[in-house]
């Protein structure tokens, strides 16, 4: 039921054990959905329900509205806790072990029966009775799970998929044991042929105890291969939330060190980071100096040189020198916790293709119970042999299917969100998803977006058969250690970065020149920063006017009086930017720049890139009306931008993209994160939806296709029920490692090879 206009909505997540297939889920989301206000959205391959409802029904409410539908229900445990909940035995759900012994132990007792069935040259006296023997305990034992959920669901007028396997697995045996005892198929020399399609009897009772000992026996193997399977795909979570330290050695005023758990470290403590460890919480580093590893965070290939001041991420490994760094974020706050929370809320969402799977699931089972009574009716009043009548309709409840349908969708979301992570990409969900799937323009903010956002030298010119560039970067960067000058910062950084890391000569004499620059004498040499002036040789003029109309900011270096070299300093085009511009251009999305800066830095931009239409000192209100704009003329935006100034734009547009670098205002109005900051990665988005959407519609088209053939081969009596339940479990299976393919996705940066991606 909706909720009352004003109600205040909140979220819960509860974990719902015994559900096995899409019924299961339908009928938990009905069951919730009938509470005032409430709305639930059920995911069969996390086994979690993510219910929005209002302040005043509480969880314990809605765990009892989950336990009426016939199944268990609970808040999620506390991550400490996990360990020992895995190992509690009053536990309804069976733990992997259970099912591992289980499985064994039919195997071991169902081979050979069904060896003995398949081969009549290997039947021997009294074979039938043996395999009696061992049939028993599998049909009651090793099915007993089936035998009970499908109790369970008839004490709550429900009908799942383990009605069928048990309804299955009853018939077959129950005939069975009715033709030993009362059909003359007992008898010490009985031989039975065996083949895949039934046939009329030859005056003594067939029995079908292979179809007692196949049921049990494919579908635990099939679910067991699917559980694992399953567990695959969440992998990457599992592999985020490994990367998050237990213990941090935390350094006293004193100097002194103690090593605590992680849950004991505070904001503003200083913690160390020795080489190869990682990182144990967002920060900022206060003394040392290395590069690290980000790879596993941000998706970030190339180590990121970090020093006093560079903020560093959770979960990045050192791969150099010791860091002391100030934790800046804790717990739930950090990056890393954000990350793993945004790709479990994905997970929890449905494709629209997969709401339609869905509310089939919901009568899916009871249609077939409905034709599996049909059948048998039918082939009973048209005269047939009682045995092929119930064969088929053993075969008819056995082969249908509805766990593939419910986890067509989860298992290729839970698959791609982790393969996302690992490339720097959160989504959150599958309406972004098809939001990217479908986009054709996306409008870039360009500070910080397209740009690096903060002041870099972008080009040195020197003057022939002078220093040389090196020597001049070198002393002009020494100078401008003792600048607090955004420009002054930037030139030293470039000369330090060049130099490799190597300390830049001493400077005396420094002193300011306000509203000029800076000077001071470098290793003898008078050496000044100034803003240059109309005396310029050739080659610097010229460079100066094209410093000009690139928008960037000139200095002039003067060593012992003579001008050396012209130094361009701006917020410079990101590395890859041009690259992922073209990616998209070739995906046939239309870029758009909007940017509040002035008209000739963004022209510049653009015409570096390749963007044809700019909007220059756009306003955020005025981004938001761009964004209106080009959807009245038909087109699906996507605004990827990193500010404040951008979260009016990126609520309004069909999709919002978020750089990860970005504010948390920015990120929390985004359905996409590009968590390494690269542009790039919208490109590698825009293809990791085509193909995940593409892996869902073959999934659905499997699960929907393979019913609709199979079911009435079972109808008719074409199929053997061990067979048909050897193919109701590879259907599952099959959809399930289907998706395990976009584990192994890899983006592509060839045309081509994009476009035979997307197919």
Not at 340 to 358: I, P, S
Request: charged share 20%.
């Amino acid at each position: 039921m909706s909720a009352e206009p004003g109600t205040v909505l909140v979220t819960t997540d509860l974990t719902v054990g015994g559900m096995t297939c899409a019924a299961c889920v339908t009928r938990v989301e009905k069951k919730l959905g009938k509470l005032d206000g409430v709305t639930a959205t059920v995911n069969l391959a996390t086994g979690m329900a993510r219910v929005s409802h209002p302040a005043d029904i509480g969880p314990a409410e809605l765990v009892a509205t989950v336990e009426k539908a016939g199944y268990t229900a609970a808040l999620p445990e506390p991550p400490r806790r996990k360990e020992e909940s895995a190992t509690d035995d009053g536990d309804e759900s069976e733990g992997p072990r259970q099912e591992r012994h289980r499985l064994v132990v039919t195997a071991v007792l169902a081979l050979p029966v069904l060896v003995l069935s398949m081969a009549p040259g290997l039947q021997f006296r009294n074979w039938q009775w043996l395999c009696f023997a061992l049939t028993a305990p599998v049909a009651v034992w090793s099915a007993w799970p089936f035998h009970a959920r499908a109790v369970r669901g008839l004490r709550h007028s429900a009908a799942t998929m383990d009605t069928l396997v048990s309804l299955g697995v009853v018939a077959s045996f129950a005939w069975s044991s009715y033709a030993l005892f009362l059909g003359g198929a007992g008898d010490p020399g009985m031989r039975m042929p065996f083949t895949l399609v039934p046939t009329a009897s030859d005056g003594v009772a067939h029995i079908y105890l292979e179809a007692a000992v196949g049921v049990p026996l494919f579908v635990l193997a099939g679910r067991f291969l699917e559980a694992r399977a399953r567990h695959g795909t969440g992998e990457a979570l599992r592999s985020l939330a490994r990367l998050a330290a237990k213990e941090v050695s935390v350094r006293a005023d004193d100097g002194s060190e103690r090593l605590v758990p992680i849950e004991e470290l505070a904001v503003g403590q200083i913690f160390v980071v020795r080489p190869g460890e990682r990182v144990a919480t967002d920060g900022q580093v206060t003394d040392g100096s290395s590069a690290v590893d980000l790879s596993l965070v941000t998706g970030e290939s190339e180590p990121m040189e970090v020093g006093p001041g560079s903020a560093v991420v959770g979960g990045a490994v050192n791969a150099g020198g010791l860091l002391l760094v100030r934790a800046a974020a804790v717990g739930a706050d950090t990056q890393l916790a954000r990350i793993a929370r945004l790709v479990t809320e994905a997970q929890a969402g449905k494709a629209r293709a997969q709401r339609l799977a869905d509310s089939v699931a919901g009568v899916f089972v009871p249609v077939i119970l409905a034709l599996a009574v049909t059948v048998l009716g039918f082939w009973l009043g048209a005269g047939a042999d009682p045995q092929a009548a119930l064969t088929a309709c053993v075969a008819v409840l056995v082969v249908a299917c509805p766990c593939a349908l419910g986890l067509a969708t989860p298992t290729a979301l839970m698959a791609a969100t982790g393969r996302g992570a690992q490339l720097g990409v959160l989504v959150t969900g599958p309406q972004a998803l098809e939001g990217l799937q479908h986009l054709d323009a996306v409008v870039l903010d360009k500070t910080g977006t397209l740009t690096t956002g903060h002041m870099t030298v972008a080009k040195v010119t020197a003057v022939p058969d002078g220093l040389g560039r090196d020597a001049v970067l070198r002393l002009a960067g020494a100078v401008e250690q003792g600048s607090e000058h955004p420009l002054g910062r930037a030139v030293s950084a470039c000369a330090r970065r060049e130099s490799g890391g190597q300390r830049l000569p001493d400077v005396s004499e420094f002193s300011a020149l306000p509203g000029r620059g800076v000077r001071g004498r470098v290793e003898g040499r008078l050496v000044e920063v100034l803003a240059p002036d109309d005396d310029l040789p050739a080659t610097l003029a010229e460079a100066l006017a094209g410093a000009e109309s690139a928008a960037r900011t000139p200095v002039l270096v003067r060593v012992d009086g003579t001008a050396e070299a012209l130094i361009e300093i701006g917020d410079v085009v990101r590395p890859g930017s041009h690259r992922a511009v073209d990616r998209l251009r070739r995906l046939g999305i239309r870029p758009v720049l909007a940017t509040g800066d002035r008209e000739a830095p963004a022209r510049a931009v653009a015409e570096a890139l390749g963007i044809e239409e700019v909007h220059a000192r756009c306003t955020p209100e005025g981004k938001a009306d761009l964004v209106r704009q080009l959807k009245e003329q038909g087109y699906r935006v996507a605004v990827v931008g990193d500010g404040v100034n951008d979260a009016a734009a990126l609520a309004g547009a069909d999709l919002g993209i978020a750089m990860g670098s970005g504010t948390d205002v920015a990120i929390g109005a985004a359905d996409v994160t590009l968590v390494r900051g690269d542009i790039e990665a919208l490109a590698d988005a825009v293809l990791l939806a085509r193909r995940t959407l593409g892996t869902i519609r073959t999934n659905l088209v499997w699960a929907f296709g393979y019913n609709v053939v199979t079911v009435p081969l079972a109808m008719v009596g074409l199929l053997n029920p061990m067979v048909a339940a050897a193919a109701m479990s590879a259907s599952s299976v099959l959809v399930v490692v289907n998706s395990l393919r976009l584990r192994a996705w890899q983006p592509s940066t060839s045309p081509a090879a994009s476009r035979r991606r997307t197919r």
